[in-house]
């Protein structure tokens, strides 16, 4: 009974959310100047890859009742790191953009080592590495270098179009997603991740190793940094020590805003993707209805409230 | 961590002594008074088991109510008290979501954060608060006895929260409430309460750093604070102080904010570039922290 509960209450969140997305929708579709047109649909989709990808590897990191605060700024090492591969080291620009995300693996390592091995709680290592991986960066650039002039090729991956006219950067975000929903929803990892986050104790007594799927998250979570890195550099077409500043704290946002509790062991990948059209479709509406983009962080935050309160509400309801 | 400290000072004592200088001093505890307010602050919130991560926001917000304040002709202690208020304001807006319906902190105080910022930018423009009647910057003191002032401002506090901390009932709660709240509850202690006052403090402790800041400058920045809740946070746990509530001291907080407030400066000292300063930081952190796992795990 109390599961058939649960399931109720992941359902109508999503539907709430999913009813507000809609709304926003209608209400910029009638006061925004160009909000219904398809290209303006991808501009969206365009802007919003990074954070959406980095929001993907955090839903996997806070089910298992985890935080990481690092993936802005190891997002800013491997785009920085990347320039480098391509513009001083001169490799082409493929082994660079490897370099790149490389360069977030090993970052995601660092944090699963310190978690997942050492036992050390995740907000505590990650922020420490918030600060080392950016402080690297800044580091390696003396504060000023900036890598551009990227070729074409490699340009086109965030800035060109496809027959049809998506971004080229839509594809892989979809990989990701898809990938990241099959594995959250239809497998014994995800449904391992799920009982770590509800009770690491218990997940231990029941045979999950929970070490090794610790360290998998974070290692994920890295590994979205890279690519992110990338997809960041090859749309901006520069790559400095402040690329990401601030991003993690839009994905938690959209991670949180779609449902997945912060205390682990309940969220969904469609949730986050829905929290994440939510804040994307916001910024954009109010940018085309030419109304104060404050706006759009403001209502995040009275957002995110109403959405915990709510489910405050519900479960203290369900648990009655 | 406080022999991490005598290393870095012993060091630098061979290595850089104009480190030591009376001057560079002076300088390193009046740029660092302000973090320090903060930190005695946050050091409350996480000994209860909480967080607010929306300290940059509030601290933003501060500084420009202070600049209004003043140009609004208030005498210096009504600025000084409106300020604190102002933060101690804030801090209640956060205390009532966590305490009163019973959200989680680090998720309410990240919706503050952003929802604060965004006001303050909104009302403001991002336009700094410019002309600043005399009597404002470092309270109308100068700068010799100003900067005294602000050194001892902060450590008053300090010695203030440290004092009660121990000594008073609601001080030996906030230790009750982070280490079991059920048992807290059942010896008379009201969790809640508790929360809610710990959120209180940090907001009036930053309202005062805000203070304490933006008498330094002539004109008051309105995008000021931002990064901040990660300085003040990584002080305190490199201070010793887990972040699982119930345990650390405020002693531990100044060694943390005197470490991590020394690293740039000292590398200046050094000759090396200070662009590493923040990479050296996050190094600190994750010493501090692993050294303290090394150290359970060994008992």
């Not at chain 2, 930081?281 to 501090?288: D, F, N, S, T």
């Amino acid at each position: 009974m109390r599961v058939a509960d649960h399931r109720f209450r992941f359902l109508s969140h999503e539907a709430l959310l999913g009813a507000f997305v809609l709304a926003e929708v209608a209400y910029f579709g009638v006061r925004g100047v160009n909000f219904f047109t398809v290209g303006n649909v991808f501009e969206v989709a365009r802007a919003s890859v990074e954070i959406g990808l980095l929001a993907l590897g955090l839903t996997a990191v806070i089910l298992t009742g985890g935080i990481d605060l690092s993936v802005g700024s190891l997002l800013g090492l491997s785009a920085v790191l990347m320039g480098a591969a391509e513009r001083s080291l001169g490799l082409p620009v493929s082994l660079a953009c490897l370099a790149g995300v490389t360069v977030g693996v090993l970052g995601g390592a660092l944090n699963a080592l310190l978690v997942a091995r050492f036992d050390i709680p995740p907000l505590i290592v990650t922020l420490g590495t918030f600060s080392l991986f950016r402080g690297l960066a800044e580091g390696w650039t003396g504060g000023v270098r900036n890598y551009t002039n990227f070729p074409e090729s490699f340009l086109f991956l965030g800035q060109g179009r496809l027959p049809g006219g998506p971004p080229p950067q839509l594809v892989l975000f979809l990989v990701a997603a898809l990938f990241f929903w099959l594995l959250l929803h239809h497998t014994a990892v995800g449904r391992g991740l799920r009982a770590i986050g509800f009770s690491p104790q218990g997940a231990r007594h029941a045979g999950i190793p929970v070490r090794r799927r610790l360290a998998l998250v974070y290692l994920l979570s890295g590994l979205m940094s890279g690519l992110a890195a990338v997809v960041y550099a090859a749309r901006l077409g520069q790559a400095k020590a402040d690329a990401g500043s601030g991003f993690e704290l839009f994905a938690i946002t959209a991670v949180v805003l779609g449902g997945t509790s912060i205390f682990g062991g309940r969220g969904t990948v469609h949730g986050t993707l829905l929290g994440l059209a939510a804040v994307a479709v916001l910024q954009n509406g109010l940018r085309l209805a030419d109304l104060p983009a404050e706006l759009a962080g403001l209502f995040t935050g009275v957002l995110l409230i109403a959405a915990l309160a709510l489910g405050r509400l519900v479960s203290r309801r369900s648990h009655e | 961590m406080g022999l991490a400290l005598v290393a870095l000072v012993v060091f630098l004592a061979f290595r850089a002594p104009g480190f030591f200088a009376p001057g560079n001093l002076r300088d390193l505890l009046v740029s660092n008074a302000p973090v320090l307010v903060a930190s005695i602050g946050m050091t409350l919130v996480i000994l209860a088991r909480q967080i607010d991560i929306s300290i940059g926001s509030q601290f933003a917000i501060g500084g420009v109510v202070a600049g209004l304040l003043a140009k609004a002709g208030l005498p210096m202690p009504a600025v000084a008290t409106g300020t604190v208020a102002a933060g101690a304001f804030l801090g209640a807006l956060n205390g009532a979501l966590v305490a009163g319906l019973g959200l989680p902190s680090i998720v309410v105080t990240l919706a503050t954060m952003v929802l604060l910022r965004e006001t303050l930018r909104w009302a403001t423009e991002g336009v700094w608060v410019e002309n600043l009647p005399a009597g404002f910057q470092w309270f109308g003191l100068g700068q010799g006895p100003g900067r005294v002032a602000v050194i001892l401002a902060s450590l008053l506090a300090f010695a203030a929260f440290a004092w009660a901390l121990r000594h008073v009932a609601a001080g030996r709660a906030v230790y009750a409430t982070g280490s079991e709240p059920e048992v807290a509850h059942l010896v008379g202690v009201r969790p809640r309460r508790v929360v809610f006052g710990v959120f209180v403090s940090l907001g009036a402790l930053t309202g005062l750093a805000a203070l304490l800041t933006a008498i330094q400058f002539i004109d008051v920045q309105t995008n000021a604070g931002v990064g901040l809740e990660m300085k003040v946070i990584a002080a305190v746990v490199v201070g010793g102080t887990a972040i699982s509530g119930g345990r650390g001291t405020l002693v531990g907080t100044l060694l943390g904010v005197a470490l991590l407030g020394a690293i740039g400066p000292a590398l200046t000292f050094l000759g090396t570039e200070a662009y590493w300063e923040r990479a050296l930081e996050g190094l600190v952190i994750l010493l501090a922290v692993a050294a303290e796992a090394f150290g359970r795990r060994r008992k």
